[in-house]
C-alpha cells in the first residue's frame, strides 16, 4: 500500500511538472525576448531583414568604456535593446573610446587617409571638423540612400547642418541636442541670506532671470563677514570660458557667425559681443572668487561643491549620474544661463554636440553598410519613444525634476548653434582669458586677437 501510495503521488507530480513545464518555458521565453513584437527592418534589395554577415562597426570616441556598466534603468533598457539590435540584424555596433581626446584629430585623420580593416564612424569635434571635409577625409552623407538624416525625430538637425558644401554634407549625430551651458545654484546659500531656494526657476519661469536678477541676487550672497572691506564669500565661482560663450550667446553675440552664404567671420567685436565682454569682465572682477594661491586651474569646482559659493556657469555634463555633482553635500539646481539686455529674450543653450563622421576611404557599398548599421543601432527602445522620452537619461543626474522639466526642456527646444569651434587653430582664450583675468580691457583684447583670427577664418573660408 505505501509502494503503491508513492507510485500514485510521483505520478501527480509528474504531471504536475510535465503541465507546468510549458507554462515556465513560455514564460520564460516571454521574459528572455522583450521585443518579440519589434517590427524589423528589411533590405528593400533582398526583401528580407537586414543580415550584416557578422560586420563589426566601431563608433570611435575618446571617452567611452566599452565594459561600462549601466548605471540607470533607462541606461541598462538601451544597453538591452541594443544587444538585441546587434543579434537581429547580425552585426556588431559597439561605442568605445579609440584614442584620447589630443590625439584624436591625429587618429582619424591618419585613418581616412590610410585606411585599415576597421568599420569606423569617428565622433569628432571642431578641431578635425573645416580640416577634415577641406581635405576630403569624410564621406559625403548624401550618398547614403538607406538612412534618412533629415527625420528630426532620430537625428539631431542642428549637427546635420554643421558640416555643409553646397548639396553636400558630412556630420551627423542622433538625438536630442545635448544640453551645454548654463547655470548651477547652491539652494542652501540662497535660503540662508533670506532668498527662496527656487528663486532662479521662478525666474526662468517668469521670463525674469535677467542680467539684472542675477547680479540682484550676487549682491545679497556675497559677504564682508568681519567687516573689513574684504570679501570673505564670493557669489560665484564659474568657469571663465563657459560663462563667457554663454554670456555672449545670451545677448546676442558670439565670437564667430557663419553668414547665409555658409561664411564665416569674427563678430566677437560686434556691439551686443562688447556689451557682453564688458560685463563679464565686471562680473568677474566683483563676484568670482579669485583662484587660491597654489590651487589647481579647476578649483572653482572645488568652491562650489563644498558649498563656499552659490554660482557656477558650466555644463550640463557635471549633472551626470555618479558625476562631479554627485556627492555633493548642499542641494543644487541648475537654470539656463540668464538674459542679456539685447538678446532675443529666450532662454536656450549652445549648441556644440560632437560630430559623427564616417571615413571617405570607404567604398560605397562599406559606406553605405556602416551607416545602416549605426541607423538600426540608434533606433530608440520601445519604451523610451514618446515625446518627452529623452528626459528620463537626465532624471537621475540631478537633485530635483524642475532642472529636467523646465530648464532642459528649454535648451532642447532652441539650441543656438556655436560656430568658433569650427575655426581650425582658434584659440577663444586669446579673448577669454585676458577679459576675465582682468589684465585687458574687452577693446584690447580684440585688437590683439582679430588679425590672427581672421587669417585662420579666411583659410576656413577658402
Excluded at 570673505?232 to 545670451?250: K, P, T
Excluded at 577693446?443 to 582679430?450: F, S, V
Amino acid at each position: 500500500m505505501i509502494k503503491s501510495a508513492w507510485k500514485k503521488t510521483m505520478l501527480l507530480v509528474v504531471a504536475a511538472l510535465m503541465v507546468a513545464s510549458p507554462l515556465s518555458a513560455a514564460k520564460k521565453a516571454k521574459k528572455g525576448n522583450p521585443f518579440k513584437n519589434e517590427v524589423k527592418e528589411k533590405d528593400p534589395k533582398t526583401k528580407k531583414v537586414y543580415d550584416f554577415k557578422n560586420m563589426e562597426v566601431i563608433i570611435g570616441d575618446w571617452w567611452t568604456d566599452p565594459d561600462h556598466t549601466p548605471s540607470t534603468k533607462e541606461e541598462e533598457d538601451r544597453f538591452a535593446f541594443r544587444d538585441w539590435i546587434n543579434s537581429t540584424y547580425n552585426v556588431r555596433v559597439k561605442q568605445m573610446a579609440v584614442s584620447g581626446w589630443g590625439s584624436n584629430p591625429q587618429f582619424v585623420s591618419n585613418f581616412c587617409i590610410t585606411g585599415g580593416d576597421e568599420n569606423y564612424v569617428f565622433i569628432i569635434d571642431g578641431r578635425s571638423a573645416n580640416t577634415g571635409v577641406k581635405a576630403n577625409l569624410f564621406y559625403d552623407l548624401s550618398k547614403i540612400k538607406s538612412v534618412n538624416y533629415k527625420d528630426a525625430s532620430k537625428y539631431d538637425q542642428g549637427c546635420v547642418q554643421k558640416l555643409v558644401k553646397g548639396d553636400s554634407f558630412y556630420a551627423f549625430n542622433w538625438g536630442k541636442p545635448e544640453p551645454k551651458n548654463g547655470m548651477f545654484f547652491n539652494k542652501r546659500i540662497l535660503e540662508e541670506n533670506g532668498l527662496d531656494p527656487e528663486l532662479p526657476y521662478d525666474l526662468q519661469a517668469q521670463g525674469k532671470w535677467t542680467w539684472e536678477t542675477f547680479e540682484d541676487i550676487c549682491k545679497k550672497v556675497q559677504k564682508d563677514t568681519d567687516n573689513d572691506g574684504v570679501v570673505d564669500v564670493y557669489a560665484m565661482s564659474s568657469f571663465n570660458s563657459e560663462f563667457s560663450y554663454a554670456a555672449l550667446d545670451s545677448n546676442g553675440g558670439s565670437i564667430i557667425g557663419r553668414d547665409k552664404n555658409g561664411k564665416y567671420f569674427n563678430n566677437a567685436g560686434s556691439e551686443n559681443s562688447m556689451e557682453a565682454w564688458n560685463w563679464i569682465q565686471r562680473m568677474f572682477a566683483t563676484y568670482q572668487l579669485p583662484q587660491p594661491e597654489g590651487a589647481n586651474w579647476d578649483y572653482f569646482y572645488t568652491a562650489f561643491m563644498n558649498g563656499e559659493t552659490c554660482f557656477l556657469a558650466d555644463q550640463e555634463y557635471n549633472a551626470q549620474p555618479n558625476g562631479r555633482f554627485s556627492s555633493m553635500a548642499d542641494n543644487w539646481g541648475f537654470v539656463c544661463f540668464p538674459l542679456g539686455p539685447h538678446g532675443d529674450g529666450v532662454y536656450k543653450t549652445l549648441h556644440d554636440t560632437n560630430m559623427c563622421v564616417i571615413p571617405s576611404c570607404y567604398d560605397a557599398e562599406t559606406a553605405e553598410k556602416i551607416a545602416k548599421a549605426v541607423d538600426l543601432w540608434i533606433t530608440p527602445h520601445p519604451d523610451y519613444r514618446g515625446e518627452d522620452s529623452w528626459k528620463e537619461g537626465y532624471y537621475g543626474g540631478f537633485r530635483d525634476p524642475r532642472a529636467v522639466d523646465e530648464t532642459l526642456e528649454l535648451m532642447a527646444k532652441t539650441p543656438n548653434p556655436r560656430f568658433d569651434t569650427l575655426i581650425s587653430g582658434l584659440s577663444q582664450g586669446d579673448m577669454v582669458w585676458g577679459i576675465t583675468g582682468g589684465y585687458q580691457t574687452p577693446a584690447e583684447a580684440y585688437e590683439a586677437a582679430k588679425n590672427v583670427w581672421q587669417g585662420l577664418i579666411d583659410d576656413c573660408n577658402r
